[in-house]
Structures are given as structure tokens and as C-alpha cells.
């Protein structure tokens, strides 16, 4: 893989980006050109992608053709998804033979379990450790096989991390978890560190709420940047990586614009006093 950027170490020896573009949400083959085109010309070469966004195969075809306009090949880009709840356990080897074929890849650089439940399932029911078990089991295959270069999870709680520590033969490389101001994760980010899991953040922004948070935007005021720049910035110093989305190219410009610039000590410690627990996205602490 040739430099991507600013990058963080994965305890499988590869290097992730320290930005990607999260493409929650992004939909329509003309949409998704324009967007992938755009992230690739703002220098991203991180892309994170879903079974359940259902746009793996759009995202696969815009690289495809996007790739060799901006002089790039496959392997100057890592790519991310994630196995469906509906395929936990099971089916999850269909699920993941799925991803390959959709992205339209030999290998997919990151794959994870994107929910520690199983979908139809009650939260409560005592088939879930069992099924995200089993699921565990066939990454762990397809990263044996060499068609996941590295693999992890998505939306655990301590308690789901300590319980898949303890039986898998792979480490997972990645956890990746709503982190923001007012949910910092301290024991989750504590947690990773120790057991050398990189922790990454999605939904930096609060599904965008914390943009018009008083302190987030006088902080933005005084650095002369937008608010989400200075969100997402807060986690980049505290070496959290990250997954702006955007459906405006613009904003994809400006959301990669995070490496000239600094929060100063009273900056971070600001925003990091907003932290207060809330949750903006999935809440799996109810998932036995």
C-alpha cells in the first residue's frame, strides 16, 4: 500500500487512515461517484461501507472507476464493512461472501461485526453470545484465508469485548464505537489500549446535534473552523481516528482539512467536560 496520510498502526502490522469516509446513508450510483470522487480528490483513501448501508456494490463500482482517473490502484486504499445483524452467526459466511461480492473485491482490508446482537432476535435473548460466537469464528476464517486483511467489531460495550477476548484466537485489530464529546468512552478506549485494539470513532458529530453545541462552536469560532473540523479534531488528538460522512462534496473537502491545525489544552479540556453519557445512535448496552 503506497502513504495514504496521517495513519494509525493495527496490531496486524498494517496501516488504517486516521480519516475515512463514512458512507452511512449514501445512496444512488450518481450520488456515490460524486462523493467517492470527491474524497478521493481531498485525499481520502479510507472508505467505510455496510451490508446494511446497501451500498457496498455502488461503492465497489465508483472505485473501480474512480481509482485509475486519480492515478491509484486498489491497494493505495483500505477499505471497511461489516457483517449484517441478520447474518449473525449461521449465516454469517453467506454474509461475508456477500460483502466480497458486492464490493466486486478479492480482499476487504477491515471487516467487522457491526452489532452484538442478531436481528429478529430479542436484546435479552441467550442465543446472542452464541451466534456473534460463531460469527467471530468465520472472520477469523476468512482472515486466516487472506480475504479480510484484519478484522474487529462494531457497537461493543466492555462486557462484549472482554467476552470475545477471552475466547478468540485472533485479536480483533479495531473496535468501532459512537465517540464524541458527550460520550467519551473512557473504559471502552481503556480497554482497547490495553489489549492493543485501535478504538475509532463514528458519529463524531452527534448525527450532527453537537454542531450548534454552545461550547463546540465558540471553540470553532475562536480556531477560525467549522464546528465539525473542531469535533473531529478532538478526537484526532486524543489519536482516535475517524469517519466524517457527507453527501456534499464540499463538506467532504472541508471535513478532511484536519491536520493543519491544533485545539489548545483548554480547547480539549472544554470539550472533553461534555461528556455526560448521551447517546445519539444504537444503544447495545442491552444486548446480553
Not at 487512515?17 to 462523493?35: F, H, I
Not at 452489532?115 to 476464517?141: C, F, H, I, M, Y
Not at 487472506?146 to 477471552?166: C, D, P, R, W
Request: aromatic share 8%; net charge neutral; glycine share 6%.
Amino acid at each position: 500500500m503506497t502513504d495514504q496520510g496521517p495513519s494509525v498502526l493495527l496490531n496486524t502490522g498494517a496501516h488504517m487512515p486516521l480519516v475515512g469516509l463514512g458512507t452511512y446513508r449514501l445512496q444512488g450510483p450518481e450520488d456515490t461517484y460524486q462523493v467517492v470522487d470527491a474524497a478521493l480528490t481531498a485525499g481520502y483513501r479510507a472508505f467505510d461501507t455496510a451490508a446494511v448501508y446497501r451500498n457496498e456494490a455502488e461503492i465497489g463500482q465508483a472505485l473501480r472507476s474512480l481509482l485509475p482517473k486519480h492515478g491509484l490502484s486498489r491497494a493505495d486504499v483500505f477499505i471497511t464493512s461489516k457483517l449484517s445483524p441478520k447474518d449473525q452467526g449461521t449465516k454469517a459466511r453467506d454474509g461475508c461472501l456477500r460483502s466480497l461480492e458486492q464490493l466486486g473485491l478479492d480482499y476487504i482490508d477491515l471487516f467487522l461485526i457491526h452489532w452484538p446482537g442478531t436481528q429478529g432476535r430479542d436484546v435479552r435473548d441467550k442465543r446472542n453470545p452464541e451466534n456473534r460466537s460463531q460469527s467471530w469464528a468465520t472472520l477469523e476464517d476468512f482472515h486466516k484465508e487472506g480475504k479480510f486483511k484484519a478484522i474487529g467489531v462494531s457497537n461493543y460495550t466492555v462486557k462484549h469485548m472482554q467476552e470475545l477476548l477471552k475466547s478468540c484466537r485472533v485479536v480483533p485489530a479495531v473496535l468501532q464505537v459512537e465517540f464524541h464529546p458527550r460520550l467519551a468512552q473512557k473504559e471502552l478506549r481503556a480497554l482497547c489500549e490495553e489489549s492493543g485494539v485501535c478504538f475509532q470513532a463514528y458519529s463524531s458529530l452527534g448525527t450532527g446535534v453537537l454542531l450548534t453545541d454552545p461550547v463546540v462552536q465558540a471553540v470553532a469560532q475562536r480556531c477560525g473552523r467549522t464546528p465539525a473540523q473542531v469535533l473531529l479534531r478532538w478526537a484526532l488528538q486524543q489519536n482516535v481516528p475517524v469517519l466524517p460522512k457527507s453527501a456534499q462534496p464540499m463538506r467532504v473537502q472541508q471535513n478532511s482539512c484536519l491536520f493543519d491545525f491544533e485545539l489548545s489544552e483548554s480547547d480539549m479540556a472544554r470539550l472533553s467536560a461534555l461528556d455526560c453519557g448521551e447517546k445519539f445512535c444504537w444503544d447495545p448496552s442491552l444486548v446480553v
